[in-house]
C-alpha cells in the first residue's frame, strides 16, 4: 500500500549489485543538511555487504518538500559513485536502498565529520603537527589524482567538502553532486554565510569555464586552509568584484605563519 510510504513517488530499477535491504538499517542523528537534502547517520544491523567491515554508515536522502530536479541530482550523484569506483581518498558508495520506499544512497561514514571544523577544533594542539598537515595534503591529492583518472570534475573542492575518518584518513566527498553551472549564483552565500567563489579559479569565476586545472586552483585554495588551520580565506575580501580585482592584480593568498617556503 503506497498510501502508508511516504516519498513512494518514484520507481527504480532494481540494481542488484549494490541493493541493500533497507530494514538492515537504523536511522540515528542528522549529519548534515542541505536546501533538498539530508545525511543520516545509520548503523547497520547486519554486515551490509561482505567485504565490508563498517557497521557505521552515512545516509542521503532528500528532504519533504523536494522537487523532481533535486531527486534526479540525488539518483545522478549515486551513478557517478557507482561509475566513478572506489578509491581510500573518497567517500565510496557503500550501496542504496532504492525498493519500497524513500530513495537511501548509503555511504562511508566518516567519525570526524569535515576538515575545516576538524582544522578549527584541533589548531593550536600537537595533534596538527607538520607531518599530520601534511599528510592531510597528501591524501586530498591522492583523491583528487583518482578522481581526475576517472574524468571527474569536483567544480567545489574545500575544506568544507572533505571529511575525516577513523585512523584520520582523509576523503572527498561531494564528487558526484550534479552542479548547474549555469545557475550558478555568485552572489549566494552557502549555509556559513560564506562566499563559496572563493575556492573557484579566475577561469570558472569569470567564464564558468572548469576542468581538472580549475579544481587544482581550489586544492590551492585547500591547502592554504589547511596551513591555516582553518582560517577563511581572503579574510578582507568580501563580494565577487573585489576578488577578481584581488586576483587581477596579482594579489594571492599569504603564506600562512609556521607554512615552510617548500610548502
Ligand atoms: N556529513 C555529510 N556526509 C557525511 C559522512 N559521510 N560522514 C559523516 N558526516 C557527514
Not at 561482505?50 to 541530482?73: F, L, P, Q
Not at 561514514?109 to 607538520?130: C, E, M, P, V
Not at 575544506?159 to 577513523?166: K, M
Not at 562566499?195 to 585554495?221: C, H, N, R
Request: net charge negative; aromatic share 10%.
Amino acid at each position: 500500500n503506497s498510501d502508508s510510504i511516504p516519498f513512494n513517488e518514484y520507481e527504480f530499477p532494481l540494481d542488484s549489485n549494490w541493493e541493500i535491504d533497507r530494514n538492515k538499517l537504523n536511522l540515528g542523528e542528522n549529519l548534515g543538511e542541505g536546501e533538498f537534502g539530508r545525511v543520516v547517520k545509520a548503523t547497520a544491523t547486519d554486515f551490509i555487504k561482505a567485504n565490508n567491515k563498517c557497521n557505521i554508515v552515512a545516509v542521503k536522502m532528500v528532504k519533504e518538500g523536494h522537487t523532481d530536479a533535486d531527486m534526479a541530482s540525488l539518483v545522478r550523484e549515486m551513478e557517478v559513485m557507482k561509475m566513478i569506483g572506489q578509491h581510500i581518498n573518497i567517500i565510496n558508495l557503500v550501496g542504496c536502498c532504492s525498493q519500497e520506499g524513500p530513495l537511501y544512497v548509503v555511504v562511508e561514514y566518516a567519525s570526524h565529520g569535515n576538515l575545516k571544523n576538524f582544522l578549527l577544533k584541533h589548531k593550536n594542539t600537537d595533534f596538527l603537527d607538520q607531518e599530520r598537515l601534511l599528510s592531510f595534503s597528501y591524501q586530498v591529492a591522492r583523491g583528487m589524482e583518482y578522481l581526475a583518472s576517472r574524468r571527474c570534475i569536483h567544480r567545489d573542492l574545500a575544506a568544507r567538502n572533505v571529511l575525516v575518518c577513523d585512523d584520520y584518513i582523509i576523503k572527498i566527498a561531494d564528487f558526484g553532486l550534479a552542479r548547474d553551472i549555469q545557475d550558478t549564483d555568485y552572489y549566494r552565500k552557502n549555509t556559513n554565510g560564506r562566499l563559496p567563489i572563493k575556492w573557484m579559479a579566475p577561469e570558472s569565476l569569470q567564464e564558468k569555464f572548469y576542468d581538472t586545472k580549475s579544481d587544482v586552483w581550489s586544492y590551492g585554495v585547500l591547502l592554504w586552509e589547511i596551513y591555516s588551520y582553518g582560517e577563511q580565506p581572503y579574510k578582507n575580501v568580501a563580494t565577487y568584484e573585489e576578488l577578481l580585482n584581488y586576483l587581477h592584480s596579482n594579489e594571492r593568498l599569504d603564506q600562512p605563519p609556521g607554512c615552510s617556503l617548500n610548502m
